[in-house]
Protein backbone atom coordinates (compact mmCIF):
# COMPACT_ATOMS: atom_id res chain seq x y z
CA UNK A 1 0.00 0.00 0.00
CA UNK A 2 1.25 3.40 -1.13
CA UNK A 3 1.48 6.58 1.39
CA UNK A 4 2.39 10.13 0.54
CA UNK A 5 4.67 11.49 2.91
CA UNK A 6 5.73 15.38 3.62
CA UNK A 7 9.77 15.54 4.30
CA UNK A 8 11.93 18.16 5.50
CA UNK A 9 15.85 17.05 4.80
CA UNK A 10 18.53 19.09 6.47
CA UNK A 11 20.63 20.11 3.78
CA UNK A 12 24.47 21.71 3.88
CA UNK A 13 27.01 21.83 1.28
CA UNK A 14 30.48 23.64 3.13
CA UNK A 15 31.49 24.26 -0.21
CA UNK A 16 28.49 26.74 -1.54
CA UNK A 17 26.07 26.87 1.81
CA UNK A 18 26.73 29.33 4.19
CA UNK A 19 23.90 27.95 6.82
CA UNK A 20 22.29 24.63 7.36
CA UNK A 21 18.40 24.90 5.63
CA UNK A 22 15.84 22.25 5.06
CA UNK A 23 14.32 20.95 2.13
CA UNK A 24 10.66 20.14 1.65
CA UNK A 25 10.01 16.57 -0.33
CA UNK A 26 6.65 15.41 -0.94
CA UNK A 27 6.89 11.89 -1.99
CA UNK A 28 4.91 8.59 -2.74
CA UNK A 29 6.21 5.16 -1.46
CA UNK A 30 4.94 1.67 -0.73
CA UNK A 31 4.58 0.98 2.89
CA UNK A 32 6.89 -2.21 2.67
CA UNK A 33 9.88 -0.32 1.34
CA UNK A 34 12.55 0.70 3.92
CA UNK A 35 14.29 4.33 5.00
CA UNK A 36 16.79 3.39 2.38
CA UNK A 37 14.28 2.95 -0.30
CA UNK A 38 13.20 6.69 0.80
CA UNK A 39 16.55 8.35 0.91
CA UNK A 40 16.99 6.87 -2.74
CA UNK A 41 14.05 8.53 -4.07
CA UNK A 42 15.14 11.86 -2.30
CA UNK A 43 18.30 11.22 -4.28
CA UNK A 44 16.62 10.44 -7.54
CA UNK A 45 15.20 14.51 -6.99
CA UNK A 46 18.24 16.22 -5.84
CA UNK A 47 21.56 14.50 -7.74
CA UNK A 48 23.45 16.48 -4.51
CA UNK A 49 22.04 14.79 -1.72
CA UNK A 50 24.13 11.99 -0.58
CA UNK A 51 23.09 9.79 2.35
CA UNK A 52 24.68 6.69 4.29
CA UNK A 53 24.62 3.14 2.56
CA UNK A 54 26.58 0.94 4.49
CA UNK A 55 25.14 -2.17 6.24
CA UNK A 56 24.43 -0.34 9.88
CA UNK A 57 23.46 3.27 8.22
CA UNK A 58 21.41 5.32 10.55
CA UNK A 59 19.63 8.70 10.48
CA UNK A 60 17.74 10.91 12.24
CA UNK A 61 13.67 11.22 12.10
CA UNK A 62 11.99 13.21 14.27
CA UNK A 63 14.73 13.55 16.61
CA UNK A 64 15.39 10.53 16.92
CA UNK A 65 17.73 7.56 15.63
CA UNK A 66 17.33 5.33 13.11
CA UNK A 67 18.74 2.52 11.23
CA UNK A 68 17.92 2.84 7.24
CA UNK A 69 16.66 -0.27 7.70
CA UNK A 70 13.61 0.24 9.72
CA UNK A 71 10.37 0.05 7.34
CA UNK A 72 8.28 2.99 5.75
CA UNK A 73 5.11 1.48 7.65
CA UNK A 74 6.65 1.23 11.05
CA UNK A 75 8.14 4.85 10.80
CA UNK A 76 4.72 6.14 9.66
CA UNK A 77 3.20 3.95 12.98
CA UNK A 78 5.24 6.04 14.94
CA UNK A 79 5.89 9.24 13.74
CA UNK A 80 3.45 9.88 11.01
CA UNK A 81 3.71 11.24 7.47
CA UNK A 82 4.92 14.65 8.14
CA UNK A 83 8.95 13.45 8.62
CA UNK A 84 12.01 15.69 9.73
CA UNK A 85 15.48 13.65 8.40
CA UNK A 86 18.94 14.67 9.41
CA UNK A 87 22.38 13.41 9.68
CA UNK A 88 22.99 11.86 12.99
CA UNK A 89 25.59 14.58 13.58
CA UNK A 90 24.51 17.96 12.35
Known sequence: ME???EL???????KTDFLPYYKKHFLKI??????????????EEDV???YPKDE????KLNGK??????SIDEVVTSFGKLLT???LNT
Open 3 to 5: CKL
Open 8 to 14: SVFRFDA
Open 30 to 43: DKAKTLNDLLLLIK
Open 48 to 50: SFD
Open 56 to 59: FAAI
Open 65 to 70: ALFTTV
Open 85 to 87: LEP
